[in-house]
């Protein structure tokens, strides 16, 4: 059984930062590219980074600069790294397949950045 157990988020002001952890169960982790999206209130859910299994990455132009998102194998755990943030950074950030499974969604994580 597949599921992804995000944590790591929080309260942070503008200009702070976060890592969030992906945790991952099950045995397509090493084969599918891996995504990090997020759902601020009111909004439709985005992707904001995605890695492949040869470790390609990509971003959302909102956070190219800010973003690196990375997986570590050994420990079936992809994180975001997230530097420079922006209140517009508050939202729920998920790990899925990139692109998204249905099934696999979890709880999320919030990430709300004020002063």
């Known amino acids: 059984q597949v599921q992804f157990v995000e944590s790591g988020g929080g309260l942070v002001q503008p200009g702070g930062s976060l890592r969030l952890s992906c945790a991952a169960s099950g045995s397509i982790f090493s084969i599918y590219t891996m995504g990090w999206y997020r759902q601020a209130p009111g909004k439709q859910r985005e992707l904001v980074a995605a890695?492949?299994?040869?470790?390609?990455?990509n971003y959302a132009d909102s956070v190219k600069g800010r973003f690196t998102i990375s997986r570590e194998y050994a420990k079936n755990t992809v994180y975001l790294q997230m530097n420079s943030l922006k209140p517009e950074d508050t939202a729920v950030y998920y790990c899925n397949t990139s692109p998204p499974t249905t099934l696999y969604w979890g709880q999320g994580t919030q990430v709300t950045v004020s002063s």
């Open positions: 890695i492949t299994s040869g470790g390609s990455t």
